[in-house]
């Protein structure tokens, strides 16, 4: 059973920085699309970004293009997520997920991911 750790997550103030990272136990990472998501009290979860298996492919939501940046070190079995120019907005329980099938490629929907993590609070105040 492949489990997801987050972590990284923290209040800081309008225009800081965060970056999350990603760890799988239990199971292999690195031929796996990772993605992030996040929610928001009241709201539906959300996709933030996603990196394939080469991180030769990304993809973003628009809400965060150019102002987060994902990666991955898969020799270190590790997912990042760099937030820069964070706002309030950006507020929210953000997860880690590991998308369904080998080698495939990034994509927004959470029902492509089966392992989740537990999820980090970020918080950004005005």
């Known amino acids: 059973q492949v489990q997801l750790a987050e972590s990284g997550g923290g209040l800081v103030q309008a225009g800081d920085s965060l970056r999350l990272s990603c760890v799988p136990s239990?199971?292999?990472?690195?031929?796996?699309?990772v993605g992030w998501f996040r929610q928001a009290p009241g709201k539906e979860r959300e996709f933030v970004a996603a990196?394939?298996?080469?991180?030769?492919?990304?993809l973003y939501a628009d809400s965060v293009k150019g102002r987060f940046t994902i990666s991955r070190n898969n020799a270190k079995s590790t997912g990042y997520l760099q937030m820069n120019s964070l706002k309030p907005e950006d507020t929210a329980v953000y997860y880690c997920?590991?998308?369904?099938?080998?080698?495939?490629?990034?994509?927004?929907?959470?029902?492509?991911?089966?392992?989740w993590g537990q999820g980090t609070q970020v918080t950004v105040s005005s």
């Open positions: 990196i394939n298996w080469s991180g030769g492919s990304t």
């Open positions: 997920a590991r998308r369904r099938g080998l080698w495939n490629l990034p994509h927004p929907s959470p029902h492509e991911y089966d392992y």
């Open positions: 239990g199971g292999t990472f690195s031929s796996y699309t």
